[in-house]
């Protein structure tokens, strides 16, 4: 069974940083394109950034590029999001998510359960 489990969100400064993981398992994720989504209270889940399966390509959302930096380990069937110089509006649950592509990470195949980043200002 496929499954998709985050780990490392925590509580932190406004100006600090985290590293999120996400360990796959159960599928043939190396194939896939990996990604984060996140969900802020009273908003709803917005995609942060994706890699394609060999890690040559990726996506961020306009509001995160330069300060976060996802990377990938096949053979550890892991993804992870370097997030720095946090704000307090980063504040939300994170999703790791697989998709068929790059052109359908919006459109994940599969979600994890989540962690949650809460920066306080």
């Known amino acids: 069974q496929e499954q998709l489990v985050e780990s490392g969100g925590g509580l932190v400064q406004a100006g600090g940083s985290l590293r999120l993981s996400c360990d796959a398992s159960?599928?043939?994720?190396?194939?896939?394109?990996m990604g984060w989504f996140r969900q802020a209270p009273g908003k709803e889940r917005e995609f942060v950034a994706a890699i394609s399966w060999a890690g040559s390509s990726t996506n961020y959302a306009d509001s995160v590029k330069g300060r976060f930096t996802i990377s990938r380990h096949n053979a550890k069937n892991t993804v992870y999001l370097q997030m720095n110089n946090l704000k307090p509006e980063d504040t939300a649950v994170y999703y790791c998510i697989a998709a068929k592509s790059l052109l359908t990470a919006t459109a994940p195949s599969y979600w994890g359960q989540g962690t949650q980043v809460t920066v306080s200002s």
């Open positions: 159960g599928g043939k994720f190396s194939t896939y394109t």
